[in-house]
């Protein structure tokens, strides 16, 4: 089993930065790929970013230029540092870990993080 936990959101003032992270533990197989998505309240999930392990990262359009991620392979963690925040940024951000295991590719979510961007 594999555990994936955000952290890091709360509450920044339009232009400001945040840095949000999500951390995967358990029983992990071969990580292929990391990809941020968020939710804001009455709007579907939306992919942000996909990072892959040698630490290649293609991002929404929206986001590119402000956010930047890095994974830390060893700990197993991943960070989106967000600059220059929105308020249509606001969202819980979650985090999809795909691993490959035993021939099957599985994903494991987080419950997310809540990022609020407002004065």
């Known amino acids: 089993q594999v555990q994936v936990v955000e952290s890091g959101g709360g509450l920044v003032q339009p232009g400001g930065s945040l840095r949000v992270s999500c951390a995967a533990s358990?029983?992990?197989?071969?990580?292929?790929?990391i990809r941020w998505y968020r939710q804001a309240p009455g709007k579907e999930r939306e992919w942000v970013a996909t990072?892959?392990?040698?630490?290649?990262?293609n991002y929404e359009d929206s986001v590119k230029a402000r956010f930047i991620a890095s994974i830390d392979n060893a700990k197993r963690r991943l960070h989106l540092q967000m600059n220059s925040l929105k308020p249509e940024d606001a969202a819980v951000y979650f985090c999809?870990?795909?691993?490959?295991?035993?021939?099957?590719?599985?994903?494991?979510w987080g419950k997310g993080t809540l990022v609020i961007v407002s004065s």
């Open positions: 358990g029983s992990i197989g071969k990580i292929m790929a």
């Open positions: 990072t892959t392990t040698d630490n290649t990262t």
């Open positions: 999809d870990w795909a691993i490959y295991d035993g021939g099957t590719t599985y994903d494991y």
